[in-house]
């Protein structure tokens, strides 16, 4: 099923039926997953509607699938979508929205929404006015980015000085009482002064970086000579710098100071000079001084005496902090909070305390390799998809890609995000009683087979406790919630109907001699619709015989036909009643007479019969057959199996007199041809006259496309225990 845009933007294209034009750009700090995921996302999102949309990029090997000047010319809005300082001076007089990297992630059919009453982004900076509010969600701040955007270019200096300090130490070093030597003058010593030099830079990268984003390329000085001067302990008569700490500082300090600077009004033959000779010599003399002679000793104290602390820690507190850094690391998976404990951590490494990495190492890697395990153990309680995505988070996890545990916590938040967060907290513990450290700012199995981690026995005793609780604790979570949802299925289905007083009399059909055969009204009416014939046989066992055995069966008969009447009657009442109450959904498309919890169709033709069948009960299908033949016309030019196990056959024909919506939930699946290869298992079906096909056909499409694209949504929908629930769930579409 493909959706139709909606109109553009901008007001650029003269034909509406055209499809819209979006780009989008993807960035974020450490450049491995989400950036990667958020581009998928958009992609798949812009594709549903029937968008052109190219996505670019910015990931630690570099842009990809880079904008050009036409591609920028002619979109019609333009989606950022990062975590890190984006150039966005090529997108002047376009309608730009600017979001987190997970928001790409988690929301890509808003972003796509949203960009269409983006401010347009102007020389300066500015849009031309601010942008619809969002719905839910949260942009990142300014600070936020400018230091995100520093720790990313930081990364790549501390992986590459750490992984040949490692290699070097492990092929060329030897064991004396001092520790680990690499004697003087040899290939491995220069290897390792090599990478001495990438810790080294990594101060001043991260500081140059942040004042960057806040004020662009004349930032870039001052902030890299700050870095190197906070660094540099001798200037100020401190042993050891002020470190990642003192970086930060200069690196915000340099940034406003520019950004201030720039703001001063100078005669026009000195502006062209400004960005390249006064601002930066201006502001790095100002900045250096200050640092040196004011701010530089206090800070290197606050650092000094944190970094002693910390590396003084045993036992107890080691037990604690690894806890607490495994907690934030397991919580949301490269968000906010995980990344600030990676920092934490990444940024002690250069001072020479590489325990914290440690910790922050066997927690990383837990979450992806506890998901993936917990589908292999208990796998009838995750469907074929996501037990396929289970292995592809094992794979994730052993190359410490935390992310691939998303796709579970997106799923199942309350049962997932705990047990990661349990899990995490047993790996830091673990690690930190046993002093594991980690030459690198990554985690997993890969940074231990590099030889980046020191006491490699211990490190995979943290990683596999964490693992095999997050699984343990995932799937008992998980099967104590359908446990939950089956017990209160099983409880709405015995719940006893209520027979009215006066239908009391007749609703019990007389027991035959063998007392077999009785059946209540109720009973009959939570039956199949058609009565029984009045001819039927009776019962097996059922005496036949006799001069009153007619009269008697003509007797229950009767009694049978006016409780059948009386019971109908009464189920019609309570379905009209419930129908009033139930919420309203769809603007009154779909109702409790067009849900089923339970598809007997095994194959597709026959699951649209019996859709069709379903939606006949709302009394707006005049011709069922007609029905049915456009909606399978409409199967032959492309399938309406989305993924995800969904699918939307519909139908735009008179054989309906009123728009009409119906749901179905298949048991075991119905194969519908689906690109992702899942069977159908949430299958609504739209039917919509003629003269309304136009925009109510599409609305509808809109609003289903937009919130099944919630994985939370999907699971409510299945797990519902009866139509009522079904109804309540699918009342969140609108």
Same mark, same amino acid.
């Given at each position: ?39 998928? $996302? ?37 989606? *950022? ?5 984006? %150039? ?7 309608? *730009? ?13 808003? +972003? ?28 990142? @701040? =300014? ?18 000085? @750490?992984?040949?300090?490692? !290699? ?16 003087? #003058? ?9 990478? @001495? ?6 101060? =001043? ?59 001063? /009004? ?15 010599? !201006? ?13 530089? $000793? ?49 940024? +002690? ?22 998901? #993936?395990?917990?589908?292999?153990? /208990?796998? /009838? ?50 690690? &930190? ?23 490699? =026995? ?21 099967? *104590?919630?359908?446990?939950?949802? /089956? ?40 039956? %199949? ?8 046989? =009776? ?8 001069? &009153? ?73 005049? %011709? ?36 009409? !919506? ?16 899942? $069977? ?13 096909? @136009? ?33 309540? *769930? +699918?009342?969140? !579409?609108?």
């Amino acid at each position: 099923m493909t959706g139709p845009a909606g109109p553009p933007a901008t007001g650029g294209r003269d034909d509406e039926r055209q499809p819209l034009k979006l780009l989008a750009v993807t960035a974020c700090p450490t450049g491995i997953a989400h950036t990667y995921m958020a581009a998928e $996302k958009l992609a798949q999102a812009a594709a549903s509607r029937g968008i052109e949309m190219k996505v670019e990029t910015q990931a630690s090997i570099g842009a990809e699938n880079v904008l050009d000047d036409n591609d920028v010319s002619s979109a019609d809005g333009i989606i *950022v979508a990062a975590d890190k300082d984006v %150039d966005l001076s090529r997108f002047v007089g376009k309608r *730009v929205l600017a979001v987190g990297v997970a928001e790409g992630v988690h929301h890509p059919e808003r +972003l796509i929404e949203r960009v269409r009453s983006a401010p347009v982004h102007g020389a300066d900076g500015a849009g031309d006015g601010p942008a619809a509010p969002w719905p839910g969600g949260r942009e990142r @701040g =300014p600070v936020y980015k400018a230091l995100m955007n520093g720790v990313s270019y930081m990364i790549p200096f501390v992986v590459v000085g @750490g992984l040949l300090i490692a !290699v070097s130490l492990a092929l060329g070093g030897h064991a004396t009482a001092k520790g680990y030597v690499i004697p003087e #003058g040899t290939f491995w010593a220069h290897v390792d002064a090599v990478g @001495g030099i990438g810790f080294q830079l990594m101060i =001043p990268v991260l500081s140059g970086y942040i004042a960057y984003a806040i004020a662009d390329r004349p930032a870039l000085v001052p902030g890299m000579i700050g870095g190197w001067i906070a660094n540099t302990g001798a200037l100020y008569d401190s042993e050891a710098g002020a470190g990642f700490i003192g970086a930060i500082v200069t690196g915000f300090l340099a940034g406003y100071l520019v950004l201030w600077i720039k703001k001063v /009004r100078v005669p026009r033959f000195v502006q062209p000079i400004m960005p390249i000779i006064v601002i930066p010599i !201006v502001a790095t003399t100002a900045l250096g001084l200050f640092f040196i002679y004011v701010i530089g $000793k206090p800070i290197s104290w606050v650092f000094e005496h944190l970094t002693s602390w910390l590396g003084g820690m045993t036992g107890t507190s080691a037990v604690l902090l690894g806890a607490i850094l495994g907690l934030m690391i397991a919580f949301d998976m490269g968000g906010p909070v995980n990344k600030t404990a990676f920092l934490f951590g990444a940024g +002690l490494i250069a001072s020479g305390n590489q325990t914290v990495m440690g910790m922050c190492a066997a927690a990383i890697p837990v979450m992806p390799l506890g998901q #993936g395990l917990a589908t292999l153990i /208990r796998r /009838r309680l995750y469907t074929e998809q996501e037990r396929e995505t289970g292995l592809a988070a094992l794979f994730m996890g052993c190359f410490g890609i935390s992310e691939g545990a998303i796709p579970f916590a997106a799923a199942r938040p309350a049962q997932v995000i705990p047990a990661n967060m349990l899990g995490g907290a047993v790996a830091g513990a673990v690690a &930190g009683v046993a002093g594991v450290k980690d030459a690198v700012p990554h985690g997993g199995p890969i940074v231990a087979v590099l030889g980046a981690v020191s006491g490699v =026995p211990m490190f995979f005793v943290a990683v596999v406790a964490g693992t095999a609780v997050t699984a343990l604790a995932t799937v008992a979570l998980v099967d *104590v919630s359908g446990r939950r949802g /089956r017990a209160e299925a099983a409880g709405s289905a015995g719940r006893a109907v209520p027979v009215p007083a006066g239908a009391t009399a007749g609703a019990v059909i007389p027991a035959q001699a063998s007392g077999e055969g009785v059946r209540t009204g109720a009973e009959a009416a939570g039956g %199949d619709a058609d009565a029984a014939p009045a001819d039927a046989a =009776p019962a097996e066992g059922t005496p036949a015989q006799g001069t &009153g055995t007619a009269a008697t069966a003509t007797a229950v008969t009767a009694a049978t036909a006016t409780a059948a009447a009386t019971a109908t009657a009464t189920a019609a009442a309570t379905a009209a009643a419930a129908a009033a109450a139930a919420p309203e959904v769809l603007s009154g498309y779909l109702t409790e007479r067009t849900v089923r919890v339970t598809l007997g169709a095994a194959e597709k033709e026959a699951a649209v019969r019996e859709m069709a069948d379903l939606l006949a009960g709302s009394g707006r299908v005049d %011709d069922v057959t007609e029905l049915v033949a456009t909606a399978l016309r409409r199967e032959e030019q492309g399938t309406t199996g989305l993924g995800e196990e969904i699918a939307i056959p519909h139908a735009k024909t008179d054989a309906v007199t009123a728009p009409v !919506v119906g749901f179905a939930r298949s048991a075991e699946g119905v194969e519908w041809g689906s690109l992702d290869g899942t $069977k159908a298992r949430l299958i609504f079906m739209i039917a919509v006259p003629e003269a309304a096909a @136009g925009d109510e056909h599409l609305r509808i499409l809109a609003l289903l496309s937009r919130k099944l694209m919630d994985a939370g949504f999907r699971e409510r929908l299945l797990t519902a225990p009866d139509e009522r629930a079904v109804l309540a *769930v +699918l009342a969140e !579409v609108g």
